[in-house]
C-alpha cells in the first residue's frame, strides 16, 4: 500500500541516508533519471545529478539547503526540465545519522509560459 501511494505521487522523491546513498525513490523519480526504482536504491546521491547537494563527502555533512531551489536538469528524454527542489532534513536524533527527503515538482510548462509572458 505505502509503495503504491509513493508511486501515485506525480512530484519525484527520493530519500537518502547519513552516508549520500538512496534508499527510497518514487516511479515518478525512476522515471525521470530514466531506471528503475530498484536501480536507485543503494546509489550515491553524486550518481544522480539531481539528488547532488552542495559540498562533498556525506550527506550528513552536505549543506542541505532550506526552503526551495530551482535547478535546470536534462531528464532521461534528453530534454531540459525545471525542478523545484525541496529538501527536509529526516532527523534520527543524534548527529550524522539523519536521512534527507528531497521532493522534486517539474515546473518546466510553467517556466515556459513565464519566459514567453516576459
Same mark, same amino acid.
Given at each position: 500500500?505505502?509503495?503504491? #501511494?509513493?508511486? /501515485?505521487?506525480? +512530484? $519525484?522523491?527520493? #530519500? ?5 546513498? !538512496?534508499? @527510497?525513490?518514487?516511479?515518478? $523519480? ?9 536501480? =536507485? !536504491? *543503494? @546509489? ?7 539528488? /547532488? =547537494?552542495? *559540498?562533498?563527502?556525506? +550527506?550528513? %555533512?552536505?549543506?542541505?539547503? +532550506? *526552503? &526551495? ?5 536534462? &531528464? /532521461?528524454?534528453? %530534454? ?8 527536509? #532534513? @529526516? &532527523? /534520527? *536524533?543524534?548527529? &550524522? ?9 517539474? !515546473?518546466?510548462?510553467?517556466?515556459? !509560459? ?5
Amino acid at each position: 500500500f505505502t509503495r503504491a #501511494v509513493l508511486d /501515485a505521487v506525480p +512530484a $519525484m522523491l527520493a #530519500v537518502r541516508d547519513a552516508g549520500g546513498h !538512496i534508499v @527510497l525513490a518514487n516511479q515518478a $523519480m525512476a522515471t525521470h533519471v530514466g531506471r528503475p526504482v530498484a536501480d =536507485l !536504491i *543503494g @546509489l550515491c546521491s553524486d550518481d544522480v545529478p539531481e539528488l /547532488a =547537494l552542495p *559540498g562533498s563527502g556525506v +550527506a550528513g %555533512q552536505h549543506v542541505v539547503p +532550506a *526552503g &526551495g531551489e530551482l535547478r535546470a536538469v536534462e &531528464g /532521461a528524454d534528453g %530534454q531540459q526540465r525545471w525542478l523545484w527542489t525541496q529538501n527536509k #532534513v @529526516l &532527523g /534520527a *536524533g543524534q548527529p &550524522g545519522q539523519d536521512n534527507v527527503l528531497t521532493v522534486f515538482t517539474d !515546473i518546466t510548462e510553467r517556466k515556459q !509560459i513565464e519566459d514567453a509572458l516576459a
